[in-house]
DNA sequence: CCTATTTCTTGATGTAGTTCATTGGGACCA
DNA sequence: TGGTCCCAATGAACTACATCAAGAAATAGG
């Protein structure tokens, strides 16, 4: 196999994706070929490190990522995690070119397709129908992470922890309990209690 | 003054925030002028109810709205309260067309300026500009809202009500507490102990 | 101006969730 | 193949916050 045929294999997850969305044409896809490129982070590497200027959009082919935040007492505060066909960037820190607040790193092996901010501007000028797809793209991640906080204002541990396996099943399983706690903003030792009172109440 | 006149008038601060965000010309600001419309919200009034579609987007020029769910148990959970110069619309429901989990309604007497849905993709149509505008938007919010997460599973009550007194200052103080308690996802009655402890300091 | 309603305060008691400390079980690595 | 680490489980004591109840203060509306 070529290596333009290798670049495109690896690309075709995220052509899918944007396909989905708004059907792209061909110049547009080559575009995207172009402008990606794909990278592995082994599990424990840091893809951003606080301090950082978030310098590309991640999109997740394969593994698993996370975004957290260090607090004062050095605990960790999972913000959102990132697997297959997710995409996980800190935003914020992206587009203002300030340094990062957040970490990510990888909890698995973890292929990911990026975009500098550079080529990002590129994309936007060379085919303006991106203004669109990260529009479309960011008002999906806006609702669900406002389902998200609603479930944190208003309900229990026991209620968020129910509503994660249900949305994240596949993810539920893989991850240690560690990083779900963090995630739901609980202890692990709590954690732990609940998933024995539900594991109790099936037998 | 003229109808006209008026309109424009009211239109004015609407023109300010996307001017600010990105330069608009005459075409797309009288693009603007005619696609949104001035309307009043009594308080208390709905703007948007439980099981409706939202329909439209609306930008506040004056007074205070909020979004809420209510929980089984008919307790109000507020995930937005929208004051002067922000955008306030459930965008699950908006987009999708779907039938709103959430309500919208009047905490005081709202002018707002709201663009239809129909009317917002003969503006995207017209002037695609307004992609990329309401991609910055959303952007924005997006990165707020991850912040207020941030807090929510990391901050106990009374470093949440510090930031938020910090944050909104100014709504902070024309609010009633129980809005406000139901905003940071705590009883009104804990927050008036928190409150107190604040002021008890002080002295 | 008066009354009705909403909003705030305070106390007593209950509970969800934390923290700390200990133990035991895997997984990785030399 | 035996340590070293990471992860899960569990008990005991503690704390942040909720709930219920009742009264005081503020506000709205006719």
Chains 1, 2 share one sequence.
Not at 15 to 33: A, S
Not at 73 to 92: R, T, V
Not at 128 to 150: A, G, H, N, T, Y
Not at 175 to 186: D, N, Y
Request: hydrophobic fraction near 35%; charge should be positive; glycine fraction near 4%.
């Amino acid at each position: 196999m070529s290596e333009d045929e290798l670049t495109f294999k690896q690309i075709q997850p995220l052509l899918n994706y944007f396909h989905q969305l708004i059907p792209l044409n061909k110049d547009e896809k080559l575009l995207v070929t172009e402008l990606f490129k794909p990278r592995l982070y082994r599990k424990r590497q840091y893809v951003l490190q606080e301090g950082d200027v978030c310098n590309h959009l991640n999109f997740i082919v394969r593994g698993c990522l996370r975004m957290y935040k260090v607090d004062g007492k050095g605990d960790i505060h999972i913000i959102q995690f990132g697997a297959e066909n997710w995409w996980l960037s800190n935003i914020g820190s992206f587009h203002d070119r300030e340094p990062s607040e957040l970490n990510i790193d990888a909890l698995e092996d973890t292929m990911v397709l990026q975009i500098s901010h550079e080529n990002l501007l590129i994309l936007y000028k060379t085919a303006p129908k991106f203004d669109r797809i990260f529009r479309v793209l960011i008002e999906k991640s806006f609702v669900s992470l406002q389902k998200r906080l609603l479930q944190n204002i208003s309900s229990t541990a026991e209620e968020r922890y129910l509503t994660f396996i249900k949305n994240y099943q596949e993810l539920s399983s893989r991850l240690p309990q560690t990083q779900i706690a963090a995630f739901l903003g609980i202890s692990p030792e709590f954690l732990s209690r609940l998933r024995n009172k539900q594991g109790n109440q099936k037998s």
